[in-house]
């Protein structure tokens, strides 16, 4: 009779157990699908986000003038043709400093020279019917060459053109000289690539925000952006010393409720 009791006694407890455990059991099952539901909820709702490009532009004086200044002088030997680089060298550095430029604008490059030494050639001499009668040794003279190439840089626009405007009148018929047409550059870009950014950057979030109006959206915080390249170019043809710089910036901003 106890050892009855006692087995009713077990399997009462081991019911209990039991339903304790499938009640547990079914809590968890139940959170997990609520998380899973959830989680499915999120995914379902994606990234409300608009791509915009804001664009800054502004016309500058150009800031940096370059140009190239040759010349060579040729004479037969190498004493001659210092003496005369020398002479010539000196006449174009006036030229370029009576016009505004200084000593610190001008960047000479070391003279190339080229001497050949005096030489001989024999020549077949042929008579009036055409027949060969001969050779005649002529005698070549020695040559030296020397030129000198001259940079140009220069903050001065002024004198850098004048420079070039004038060449004429210091020597236009010199053919061992010559002049290239100033270069102008525009190189203060970093002091105003800030504001650009920042006008660049407001230019895309006005687009933006007028793009969320009219889906009766607000625009929130930028997603990602990346800035385009800066270009310099010439305001108009002919007007070298005017430039215009460019930046357009491509922002993805998030659109909110």
């Not at 043709?81 to 400093?97: C, G, M, P, Q, S």
């Not at 102008?184 to 969320?212: C, H, Q, S, V, W």
Request: with cysteine; glycine share 6%.
């Amino acid at each position: 009779m106890n050892e009855s009791k006692t087995q009713i006694i077990k399997a009462l407890v081991l019911g209990i157990l039991l339903g304790v455990s499938l009640v547990c059991s079914a809590a968890v099952i139940s959170g997990g699908f609520g998380k899973i539901a959830a989680g499915f909820s999120t995914i379902a709702k994606p990234d409300r986000v608009v791509s915009v490009r804001g664009l800054s532009e502004r016309e500058v004086d150009a800031d940096l003038a370059t140009m190239r200044v040759n010349f060579s002088v040729t004479a037969e030997t190498l004493e001659e043709a210092h003496k005369l680089f020398d002479e010539r060298n000196a006449e174009i550095v006036t030229y370029l400093k009576s016009n505004g430029l200084t000593e610190a604008d001008l960047i000479l490059d070391k003279p190339d020279i080229d001497f050949r030494k005096s030489y001989t050639t024999k020549e077949t001499k042929y008579n009036d019917e055409g027949k060969r009668i001969g050779y005649d040794i002529v005698q070549h003279p020695s040559k030296a060459d020397i030129s000198q190439h001259i940079l140009v840089r220069t903050n001065n626009l002024k004198a850098i053109s004048n420079a070039y405007m004038h060449t004429t009148e210091f020597d236009g018929t010199d053919k061992e000289f010559y002049i290239s047409e100033p270069n102008y550059d525009f190189i203060g870009l970093n002091d105003i690539k800030p504001e650009m950014i920042a006008e660049a950057t407001k230019n895309a979030r006005e687009a933006a925000e007028k793009f969320a109006l009219d889906s009766n959206s607000a625009v929130g915080k930028i997603k990602q952006a990346s800035q385009g390249w800066f270009s310099v170019n010439d305001a108009e043809e002919g007007m070298e010393q005017r430039k215009v710089v460019r930046v357009v910036t491509s922002i993805d901003f998030y659109i909110v409720d």
